[in-house]
């Protein structure tokens, strides 16, 4: 992102507050294009989630991470992409499950093998990047396991087509409305952030910090946004596949992409401390998923519990 000296304050906070206007809006409509288009095309919702959702909320990431690589910031990529994980996993899902109990009908195959490819790409990292250096074979070997992903999921939407059902509106409709809502998150995501980040400047907050918090939570509200109207609107699966998806498309492709652009160092703490977190909270969720099919309101209070606890151990870790 391009340095924000000359923004004042109020102009950072009315970014901010626009930006949230805009997640919301872009999340409504998201949400209502693709729950209609899945049903039209015969396919299951989750897989929705998983592709085309996942990708349109995880597009602001995608942005500010492979920017940041590029110009050598590569502790603000790695960090934006483990925080937006972690705040996907606990915050997005528990916040879901607190205004409407999420529950899975999907087979647990399908979902066991989701959690694999999420946790993966974390334990590659971990193991190649140990030192603090993600080579350009570490980052195409993430990328490898973001195009192994998307191939099953599109084999799943093959095998697991439906009978079409004629939603209401055209399809030229639902289409446009999918696509009206992926801009309208990612151009508030993106306002939100600069404002967010000018902001935090202020306060003389560390690059890699600023990743992992105010970065992460500003590039997760499309997925908090998306997850919470879908929950709202019954459609749980999407939140659960919106999640799923959207935490291979940040540690595969994104941090995959970026590094290949530019190799680099990445903060010690962060490979060593935070994606073992990251993958404790995928199990964490995964036990859920897989143990009962559901995740309650009492469940989601204490996965919000423990993101809480993970966001005070980062501040006062510092780094």
């Keep these: 992102m391009e340095p924000m000296t000359e923004m004042s304050t109020t102009t950072a906070a009315v970014l901010v507050v626009v930006g949230i206007a805009c997640l919301g809006l872009g999340a409504a409509w998201l949400v209502d294009g693709a729950s ?9 919702p989750m897989v929705v989630g998983l592709t085309v959702v996942g990708f349109g909320t995880s597009m602001p990431e995608f942005s500010v991470s492979v920017l940041a690589a590029g110009r050598g910031s590569g502790g603000l990529s790695i960090g934006n992409a483990v925080g937006s994980n972690v705040m ?11 205004l409407m109990p999420i529950a899975v009908t999907q087979d647990r195959r399908s979902i066991l093998r989701d959690l694999i490819f999420g946790l993966v790409p974390a334990i590659i990292i971990v193991a190649m990047a140990w030192d603090g250096q993600l080579d350009r074979l570490a980052a195409v070997s993430l990328i490898v396991v973001f195009f192994l992903f998307m191939f099953t999921c599109v084999r799943q939407a093959r095998r697991g087509s439906e009978t079409p059902v004629i939603s209401g509106g055209s399809l030229g409709r639902q289409i446009i409305l999918v ?26 907050v560390s690059e890699a910090l600023i990743g992992l918090t105010l970065v ?5 509200l499309p997925e908090l946004a998306t997850s919470v109207v879908a929950a709202l609107r019954r459609e749980s699966e999407i939140s ?18 970026a590094f290949a652009i530019r190799p680099g160092k990445v903060p010690v703490w962060v490979v060593q401390q935070d994606i073992p977190l990251l993958v404790l909270a995928t199990a964490l969720v995964g036990a859920l998923i897989l143990g009962r099919g559901k995740i309650r309101r009492r469940e989601g209070a204490l996965m919000i519990g423990a993101f809480c ?11």
């Design 309 to 319: 606890a993970y966001f005070l151990f980062v501040f006062l870790r510092g780094g």
């Design 88 to 98: 996907n996993l606990l915050l997005v899902l528990g916040v879901s499950a607190i």
């Design 240 to 257: 659960i596949g919106n999640v799923l998806g959207s935490n291979v498309f940040n540690l595969g492709l994104i941090v995959g992409t």
């Design 36 to 44: 209609r288009l899945a049903l039209r095309l015969g396919i299951r």
């Design 216 to 220: 992460a939570f500003g590039t997760s």
């Design 179 to 204: 696509c009206i809502g992926i801009v309208v998150l990612v151009s508030g995501a993106e306002l939100m952030v600069r404002g967010g980040v000018r902001i935090a400047e202020t306060f003389g």
